[in-house]
């Protein structure tokens, strides 16, 4: 079993950076992806970027609302997942969740929800001017 708990989030101005921590604990060695996803009120859960263990190293992956923006870093250990956000907009807030999985998930699952047993409670990010 893994729990994981986000911190980071707050309330800042367009243009603003913020960076997010997923601390993970229990079987933290099993983790091979820590994904991030965020919820704004009355939309659905969307994929934010994830990072995957790949051969010695590791992928990252965005979505295209994202890509340039943000990245997605992670701790030696896999202990601990980041979100570093630059540049933020008012389309960027929303309640921000990170997830992982055991499994060894294909780059296209990385996207789907149902792909990750292990969630956060989520942190809130409000960008407002």
């Known amino acids: 079993q893994v729990q994981l708990r986000e911190s980071g989030g707050g309330l800042v101005q367009p243009g603003a950076s913020l960076r997010l921590s997923c601390a993970a604990s229990?079987?933290?060695?099993?983790?091979?992806?820590i994904t991030w996803f965020r919820q704004a009120p009355g939309k659905e859960r969307e994929f934010v970027g994830a990072?995957?263990?790949?051969?010695?190293?590791?992928?990252?992956y965005y979505s295209s609302s994202v890509k340039g923006r943000f990245s997605v870093s992670r701790d030696n250990g896999w202990n601990t997942g980041y979100l570093q956000m630059n540049r933020l907009e008012l389309e960027d807030t929303a309640l921000y969740y990170c997830?992982?999985?055991?499994?060894?998930?294909?780059?296209?699952?990385?996207?789907?929800?149902?792909?990750?047993?292990?969630w956060g409670q989520g942190t809130q990010v409000t960008v407002s001017s």
């Open positions: 997830a992982a999985t055991s499994g060894n998930p294909i780059a296209s699952s990385l996207r789907d929800a149902s792909t990750y047993p292990y």
């Open positions: 229990g079987r933290t060695s099993s983790i091979n992806a």
């Open positions: 990072i995957r263990r790949s051969g010695g190293g590791f992928m990252t």
